[in-house]
């Protein structure tokens, strides 16, 4: 399976910190991948070395292409929704459309005007005068009209009450991904995005230090609810992490088979959330 993103060793110094130290990053097509990491942990310098926005060291390509020496060719096939991205606020919708339709080939006016169709923005509305929600369903509508493979998504709905965001999230998988298409999510709203995820990848000081499929996540973690007396049988297999909920105690391994825990209390796959807790810990 090709490659649409594959980036080894890649690394980033500002001054004399490291925004990413050997980062490793592998995502082929019809896949959805959710890059989580806490503030400053190099998500949005990862994102701008794909989109050949700065340099780096290391190996990267993304539809083949290198981004600092092939960025066109390789723009030609992506979309990208930065969590900084703004509008000109003096046009109006219908400008921005005609204007976006004319300088590039690949975007489809009639996609655009479809999906706008379906939310509360009119084309004769300025940008001035959209509240953020709309702005960023703006933004999607552009992003999905353009025939590109890859879509990459940093914080897309940051700001936005729930109702914007679901809608967002719904608006994106039936109006843009298929089997041939994939894309890439920075978001510090795990539980929101957790059922769309094929692919999760945790980013930590510059690192990647935890890559998994969604659908493997319980061949490898798993989570045991247990009473205090089989508390310390439990610890004898080493938790990755232990948090206390309602007087029980969770603890979370990697590597230990789930039978081997029954015994001491009721397993279950962890979600991202807790699994996001206990990598950063």
Not at 81 to 104: C, F, K, R
Not at 204 to 212: E, P
């Amino acid at each position: 399976m090709e490659s649409m993103i594959r980036a080894k060793g890649l690394t980033k110094i500002y001054g004399d910190s490291f925004a990413l130290n050997n980062f490793n990053l592998e995502l082929g097509p019809g896949r959805i991948m959710g890059l989580i990491g806490p503030n400053g942990a190099g998500k949005t310098t990862a994102l701008r070395c794909l989109m050949g926005m700065t340099g780096y060291e290391g190996e990267l390509q993304v539809m083949g292409k290198n981004p600092s020496t092939q960025r066109m060719g390789m723009l030609s096939d992506v979309a990208y929704i930065a969590d900084t991205a703004i509008l000109p606020s003096w046009m109006t919708v219908n400008q921005l459309l005609e204007y976006t339709a004319g300088v590039h080939p690949k975007f489809d006016r009639d996609r655009a005007d479809g999906f706008i169709s379906s939310t509360e923005v009119r084309l004769t509305s300025k940008i001035s005068q959209l509240s953020k929600g709309m702005v960023t369903q703006v933004h999607l509508a552009l992003a999905i009209s353009i025939d590109a493979k890859l879509l990459v998504l940093d914080e897309p709905t940051i700001g936005l009450d729930i109702l914007y965001r679901k809608r967002f999230y719904e608006q994106l998988l039936n109006d843009y991904f298929d089997e041939n298409r994939t894309i890439l999510i920075t978001t510090h709203q795990i539980e929101e995005v957790e059922h769309l995820l094929t692919d999760l990848l945790f980013i930590k000081n510059g690192n990647s230090v935890l890559s998994a499929e969604m659908e493997r996540l319980g061949d490898d973690y798993v989570e045991v609810e247990v009473s205090e007396q089989n508390l310390e049988k439990a610890r004898a297999y080493k938790p990755l992490h232990e948090r206390k909920v309602l007087g029980a105690h969770v603890l979370l391994f990697k590597g230990v088979p789930a039978s081997a825990l029954s015994e001491y209390g009721a397993t279950r796959t962890p979600g991202v959330a807790d699994l996001f807790v206990a990598t950063m810990s």
